[in-house]
Nanobody
Framework: QVQLVESGGGLVQAGDSLRLSCAAS????????MGWFRQAPGKEREFVSA????????VYVDSVKGRFTISRDNAKNTVYLQMNSLKPEDTAVYYC???????????????????WGQGTQVTVSS
């Protein structure tokens, strides 16, 4: 069993930055693909970014490319999402997730992920 806890969300203005963290307990994350998803009010959960267990393969949704950076520190059992140049449309609850199956390319479908955190709210005002 893996427990994931997100932190780092908050209320910021457009153009500001935030860094989300996802800390894991129960098992090491070093072999898992890790992903970030988000869900805005009234919308379905959306893929944001994912990183392979080694960090060598990274995927982003087009809307965050060039602004968000995913990274991981396996020694700290933590995954990060650095979010720069935030926009009001980035407002959502952000979730981290772990995919225990080995994949050469990180998956973008939420069904592929086995463990989820409780989410952290990010609100970007205009």
């Amino acid at each position: 069993q893996v427990q994931l806890v997100e932190s780092g969300g908050g209320l910021v203005q457009a153009g500001d930055s935030l860094r989300l963290s996802c800390a894991a307990s129960g098992r090491t994350l070093s072999r898992y693909t890790m992903g970030w998803f988000r869900q805005a009010p009234g919308k379905e959960r959306e893929f944001v970014s994912a990183i392979s267990w080694s960090g060598s393969n990274i995927v982003y949704v087009d809307s965050v490319k060039g602004r968000f950076t995913i990274s991981r520190d396996n020694a700290k059992n933590t995954v990060y999402l650095q979010m720069n140049s935030l926009k009001p449309e980035d407002t959502a609850v952000y979730y981290c997730a772990a995919d225990v199956d080995f994949r050469s390319v990180p998956g973008t479908e939420s069904d592929l992920y086995d463990y989820w955190g409780q989410g952290t709210q990010v609100t970007v005002s205009s």
